[in-house]
């Protein structure tokens, strides 16, 4: 069975970078449509980012816009979260997914990683 293992969380003040990494543990994986999701304490999973398998298309939230940029790396299976200009409203646990088609919805996804926490201080 294919998992995707995150890595890269951590603590950092505000105004500095991160990059996540999720790596699919198959030899051969994909075509997938890849997202980055995030969960505070107290509030629903959230789309933070998507790509399309080939990176034609790609989705943000509102409040990521300009500071987060999502790739994906197929050689090495691994898609990345480069997450700049970070803010304490960016702490969450962070959660990489694979579905058949690029959405915004959780329900857009079938497989998911473990999480990895991100905290921003001020």
């Known amino acids: 069975q294919v998992m995707l293992v995150e890595s890269g969380g951590g603590y950092v003040q505000a105004g500095g970078s991160l990059r996540l990494s999720c790596a699919a543990s198959?030899?051969?994986?994909?075509?997938?449509?890849m997202g980055w999701f995030r969960q505070a304490p107290g509030k629903e999973r959230e789309m933070v980012a998507a790509s399309s398998w080939l990176g034609r298309t790609t989705y943000y939230t509102a409040s990521v816009k300009g500071r987060f940029t999502i790739s994906i790396e197929r050689a090495k299976n691994t898609v990345y979260l480069q997450m700049n200009s970070l803010k304490p409203e960016d702490t969450a646990v962070y959660y990489c997914?694979?579905?058949?088609?690029?959405?915004?919805?959780?329900?857009?996804?079938?497989?998911w990683g473990q999480g990895t926490q991100v905290t921003v201080s001020f």
């Open positions: 198959a030899r051969t994986f994909g075509p997938y449509a």
């Open positions: 997914a694979a579905g058949a088609v690029i959405g915004t919805t959780i329900e857009a996804y079938h497989l």
